[in-house]
């Protein structure tokens, strides 16, 4: 059971580059989001999918995009990378209905030069 | 607004030390609280607590919940050097009925031999 997989596990972007950072998971989560962890903040919430077609925006969205075509799979896009989106990013999914208990993938430690 | 606000940002320790971790909150309709413990990479599930005063216990590890006073304490007796990470406290957002979970700034433990 391989749980929630992220990729790629680092990345170097020049800004004004866009990339997609990968997220699937095999439990058959409704619930999958993306947080984002700076130095003395935790972790903040970007997005979320609640389905398959269902997205919203969590705490900080903007430069973000995500859609949710299949229940596995929530890839989060930056169309145009600022150094400001330097950071440690999470995917996390969870079973609606069975309490709040996130389960995370293992980050994406992102720098924009 | 929702808040999480963990105490101390930062503590170092001895093996064998004991160690109190201090969560309070701020949510109009509280629902549960979830502590996980994050080393280098994903942060990990440690408790969910739902009701007041019923200690959630793991080995070395317990934590336990005062609604009345909005607060929860994480603590860790015999430290090892195992125990050094960041603990992290969460809380489900009331302003939505998904329970997206805002996360405190974390506590950052450092256990020395």
């Known amino acids: 059971n391989a749980g929630v997989t992220q990729t790629p596990k680092f990345q170097v972007l020049k800004t004004g580059q866009s990339m997609t950072l990968q997220c699937a998971q095999d439990?058959?989560?409704?619930?999958m989001s993306w947080y984002r962890q700076d130095p003395g903040m935790g972790l903040r919430l970007i997005h979320y999918?609640?389905?398959?077609?269902?997205?919203d925006q969590g705490e900080v969205p903007n430069g973000y995009n995500v859609s949710r075509s299949t229940t596995e799979d929530f890839p989060l896009r930056l169309l145009s990378a600022a150094p400001s989106q330097t950071s440690v990013y999470f995917c996390a999914s969870r079973k609606t209905g069975q309490g709040e208990k996130l389960f995370f993938g293992s980050g994406t430690q992102l720098s924009v030069l | 607004e929702d808040k999480v606000v963990q105490s101390p940002l930062s503590l170092v320790v001895h093996e064998g030390d004991t160690v109190t971790l201090n969560c309070s909150y701020e949510?109009?309709?509280?629902?549960?609280l979830l502590w996980y413990k994050q080393e280098k990479k994903a942060p990990t599930f440690l408790f969910m607590l739902?009701?007041?005063?019923i200690e959630k216990k793991s080995g070395r590890l317990s934590s336990i919940l005062d609604k009345k006073e909005l607060f929860s304490i994480l603590n860790i007796t015999a430290t090892q050097t195992g125990d050094s990470a960041v603990y992290l406290c969460?809380?489900?957002?009331?302003?939505?009925?998904?329970?997206?979970?805002?996360f405190g700034a974390g506590t950052q433990v450092v256990v020395t031999p």
């Open positions: 439990m058959n989560h409704e619930y």
């Open positions: 999918s609640v389905g398959a077609g269902i997205t």
């Open positions: 739902t009701s007041s005063g």
């Open positions: 969460a809380v489900p957002m009331t302003t939505d009925s998904w329970g997206k979970l805002q």
């Open positions: 949510v109009t309709n509280f629902r549960s």
